[in-house]
């Protein structure tokens, strides 16, 4: 028996959704023939990839195995359908980008801006996550091309150069540190500090930042986002570490300042991720070439 893509489709939708019903209703069809392609698939690859009972269903370790190929082969036959028909007018297809809020609020709008205007026909759909999310969107194949801070993320991937970026202190106006350039992480310490949820980069650097100076890192409240932290700093409820390009976008507007941070991982890498250079389509391959060329550009 063969696999078929209709099947795949359908067991990609009930891993994501997590019951036959529920995955049935996003397909517009009836749970029993969802349930019937998944037997179906099952017989196809010779083993069980779901628990049932009266509870519903369980995945099993195969089916998580099969759900990254499912989808690089889904993506790949999607791939196929959109450029066979751009060929009569030139390059078309989607490019699925996942990255990180630095990358988003600092670089990618007049990135993202100078290569749709090159490239009008093709669409490319872009969504936040932090930088270990981002890795393995682009492992599982949930995304083509993911932007994050370099590092090791257990991923195979490769990891090509982008943009760098600068990480300030973000202080109220008339702060006691407001005048003070540069700072040392150490004064930074001394007061309460607005950082980021849990799980970001940020987050982990501040930490990290902290154990190597053995003070602690008095976090007074933690927020999801740069305008978030900037809104908490101008209402006087602590000092925060940001970068600088984000910050300078929320100078004009509040009564803040941004003041250079002298540590050496002040300095952070934004690489782009990709699983090979050589199986992106061709509207992937030319992002990331673009982006790369404005990483070029940006360092000489």
């Known amino acids: 028996m063969r696999i078929d893509p209709v099947s795949l489709r359908l067991f990609v939708a009930v891993m994501e ?3 036959i019903a529920a995955a049935a209703e996003r397909e517009h069809l009836a749970p029993a023939a969802v349930s019937r392609r998944l037997s179906e698939l099952e017989s196809a690859v010779g083993t069980a990839l ?19 190929l499912a989808r690089g082969v889904l993506h790949g036959l999607s791939d196929i359908t959109e450029q066979m028909a751009g060929f009569g007018a030139g390059l078309r297809g989607h490019v699925r980008l996942s990255a990180n809020i630095s990358a988003i609020t600092q670089f990618l709008p007049e990135d ?4 749709l205007g090159r490239a009008p026909q093709v669409q490319v759909h872009l969504q936040e996550r932090i930088s270990t999310q981002v890795a ?14 370099a590092g090791d993320y257990g991923q195979a991937l490769q990891q090509i150069p982008y943009r760098t970026d600068e990480l300030v202190v973000v202080v109220p106006r008339g702060h ?14 001394a007061h309460d500090i607005v950082g980021l949820h ?22 007074r409240m933690q927020v999801t986002s740069y305008d978030a932290l900037c809104l908490m700093v ?17 100078l004009p507007a509040l009564k803040i300042r ?43």
Do not use: C
């Not at 993202?112 to 290569?115: N, Q």
């Not at 101008?234 to 929320?250: E, F, H, K």
């Open 176 to 189: 006691a540190l407001s005048r003070r350039r540069p700072l040392r992480f150490t004064e930074v310490l």
């Open 50 to 68: 779901f628990q049932r009972s009266n509870k519903g269903v369980q995945a099993t370790a195969a089916a998580h195995a099969l759900l990254g």
């Open 112 to 115: 993202l801006r100078t290569f």
């Open 258 to 300: 941004a003041v250079d941070l002298a540590e050496p991982w002040s300095l952070r890498r934004l690489v782009l991720a990709v699983r090979s250079l050589e199986a992106l389509s061709p509207a992937a391959r030319m992002l990331v070439e673009h982006l790369r060329a404005v990483e070029d550009v940006a360092a000489g």
């Open 136 to 149: 393995r969107a682009v492992a599982d194949s949930t995304a083509d091309i993911g932007i994050l801070n």
């Open 198 to 219: 849990q799980g970001s980069a940020l987050n982990d650097l501040l930490h990290r930042g902290a154990a190597e100076t053995g003070l602690p890192l008095k976090l």
């Open 234 to 250: 101008d209402a006087g409820l602590g000092i925060g570490v940001l970068p600088r390009g984000s910050a300078r976008l929320y």
């Open 17 to 19: 959704e997590g019951t």
